[in-house]
């Protein structure tokens, strides 16, 4: 599904990612680790076109990616979350999810200012897809709520819910469990999971927590001042020297 080939990405004269290169395959859940810096939502920003790479090349279903704007990409199939949360704040949870759907609707703006009946019914369906997303992160009980003053764990329940709202065909998850409870962890892992299963959905997920990472992804890949030093299975990685000298250091 995904070919990234040699990518780089410079600022000044820092390298943030330096020819970097991996695949991903359609259904697979992948990890993406590092420890702060290494480049992780750098990846995620080129690959949603919000930063521009200075070299290499990134095929989606064959496609260049790279060659396409911004805002094509949610039609593509490509949906995403942020480190910090990106929600509207004063709009209630349901319509933050409606947001996701968003290049799903057809309404131009003249059919949409006179409130014609295909418009209407337009917004009946995209409020019923979001109500059963609510429903399935159990979120119905705050549908009506503004984003605003709602449980951390919660928000990213409602982040989540927004871009499955975009009907992905690959899910790009940042930091998705980052200030969770052991608890609500577990419940993501598993409500991941079978969104995973039954959205057919492909998912890359940049997380710090090892043991969601560990328990979640059929394969991880590390990188480290923005280079790949290791890739393979969960078991392989967190055993790879690179991996633990990235992390814990060598003795001096």
């Known amino acids: 599904m995904l070919e990234v080939h040699d990518l780089t990405v410079r600022f000044g004269g820092i390298t943030a990612l330096g020819g970097v290169g991996f695949d991903v395959r359609g259904g697979e859940m992948v990890g993406l680790i590092g420890p702060n810096g290494a480049g992780k939502t750098t990846l995620f920003n080129c690959l949603t076109r919000r930063y521009d790479a200075d070299a290499g090349s990134v095929a989606y279903e064959g496609r260049d990616l790279l060659a396409v704007r911004p805002h094509e990409i ?9 480190q910090n949360l990106g ?13 996701g759907a968003h290049h799903h609707g057809r309404a131009g703006f003249f059919s949409a200012s006179v409130r014609l009946p295909s418009v209407r019914g337009e917004e009946r369906r995209l409020r019923d897809e979001a109500d059963e997303l609510l429903k399935r992160l159990e979120l119905s009980a705050v549908a009506d709520h503004p984003a605003a003053g709602l449980p951390f764990g919660t928000l990213k329940r409602v982040e989540l819910a927004r871009a499955l709202a975009a009907r992905p065909r690959l899910l790009l998850l940042d930091e998705p469990v980052n200030g969770l409870s052991h608890g609500e962890i577990d419940e993501f892992a598993g409500w991941l999971q079978s969104i995973r299963t039954d959205f057919d959905v492909t998912v890359i997920v940049v997380e710090h927590h090892m043991g969601f990472v560990m328990g979640t992804c059929d394969r991880v890949i590390c990188l480290d001042f923005g280079k790949k030093i290791a890739e393979g299975s969960p078991e392989e990685v967190q055993r790879d020297p690179a991996v633990i000298e990235a992390y814990l250091g060598t003795a001096a």
Not at 74 to 82: D, E, K, S, V, W
């Open 87 to 99: 929600l509207f704040t004063r709009m209630s949870v349901r319509d933050n999810v409606m947001v």
């Open 74 to 82: 949610a039609a593509l199939g490509i949906a995403r979350t942020f």
